[in-house]
DNA sequence: AATTGTTGTTGTCTTTCAGTAAGCATATGA
DNA sequence: TCATATGCTTACTGAAAGACAACAACAATT
């Protein structure tokens, strides 16, 4: 569909824009393929228009447009905090191990929403099929029965099944070789789970 | 941190980018705050890059870049193209579903990669901790055995793992009530699972 | 009391930048 | 063979847009 010059020029586009944030000026492009002249650049943007990779808005400065990036939904950004059931015992130490950008309609979260990831270590929640190795994501929000929580428990910090009896919250794994935990002092919910990313070629059991 | 009105200046910056594709010029902002002087939305910008959250390339048009967008891996969108076990009977059917935007880094492919998604429906691959509602995604490419993949087997799609012995290859549920399936006629493979999203409030058992 | 940050105003100046007109050579398909 | 797409060139225009100077009122610090 597209000839390779036109190839050339989408790549160039979207390497500029990767980098920069911004689309190139025509004379950028000129500038960058060598041309003598801008409108050579313009010719192209038009023939790249007309073909529906691009879209341009009339008059304006830089005004290129990937038409998938329009209709996508705002992308926020997951910061990975680390593992669970390990160390975060202070919620301000942000080790920060990458992030997770995904759209928010993905998530089925509000914008609003203050999200945050963990990696889970170990196998106390299988039977709810989370895998060690899985990135569960949280949303910073007030837990209801049920929901799956990661939780401060007595100074240590787990992905549990947040469970009320009698008035009485406490935590319970999901394996029948964990016992449930009850607190003893102190029950600090982090985050509510609220999605969850199985990744890599580790499918295969 | 940031004043009320530099607050409603980021909001504006936010939507109009979202909106457009593009950033706003110095005029825009002046029009749609209602200021008598385009230096007023000038100063604003300038305290906003200040305090770090926008940058402004010098002399070039438009050219405000919200810093996290920076360093952000690329962006792909999956295309949902349906439920699994149900319908799909030819490739080109591509009843989108939706899109599921997520940075190519977190799904391990590589950039050239031609994925797609698919919600699960059914237990039959629960011992491989895939629930029903999950949404997997796969790559196009040739299947390792072991691997979980979507296969079109006798004229239905299924979720199975790829199983060969004695060089023949077939399908292999991971849930002891369901049988394998010895390809009677065909087994063309649709894709290959590289990762598994699963989301929504639906985490409660 | 002096300084700095916020939120503005009136101006002017210059560069960036998109857009157009007119032309030319080589392909590709009808 | 005639039309149409591609891939360029030179030359010009005018609007879009960033940048700067100078000033002013008001808060919050130092």
Redesign the interface.
């Known amino acids: 569909m597209l000839t390779e010059r036109q190839q050339q020029l989408l790549e160039f586009l979207k390497e500029y824009h990767?980098n920069?944030?911004?689309?190139p000026?025509t004379r950028e492009i000129q500038e960058f393929f060598g041309f003598a002249s801008q409108t050579a650049a313009v010719s192209h943007l038009r023939a790249l228009e007309k073909k529906g990779v691009i879209?341009k808005?009339p008059g304006?400065?830089?005004?290129?447009?990937?038409p998938?990036?329009?209709d996508?939904?705002?992308?926020v950004?997951v910061p990975i905090y680390g593992q669970i059931a390990a160390g975060m015992a202070s919620e301000t130490e942000q080790a920060n191990e990458?992030?997770?950008?995904?759209?928010i309609?993905?998530?089925?979260v509000p914008r609003s929403a203050k999200t945050f990831a963990l990696k889970v270590r170990g196998d106390s929640m299988?039977?709810?099929?989370?895998?060690s190795g899985d990135c569960v994501i949280l949303e910073l929000k007030e837990p209801r029965r049920?929901?799956?929580v990661a939780a401060l428990i007595d100074g240590e910090t787990t992905l549990k099944?947040y469970v009320i009896n009698d008035g009485m919250p406490y935590l319970q794994a999901?394996n029948e070789l964990y016992p449930d935990l009850v607190p003893v002092r102190e029950l600090v919910i982090q985050g509510v789970?609220?999605?969850?990313?199985?990744?890599?070629?580790g499918?295969?059991?």
Request: aromatic share 2%.
């Open positions: 990767t920069n944030g911004l689309m000026s879209q808005v304006k400065a830089r005004a290129l447009v990937f998938e990036q329009l996508r939904e705002e992308i950004d990458g992030c997770l950008s995904i759209d309609a993905s998530l089925g299988i039977d709810a099929h989370i895998m049920g929901d799956i099944r999901e789970m609220v999605a969850l990313l199985r990744r890599g070629e499918m295969v059991a």
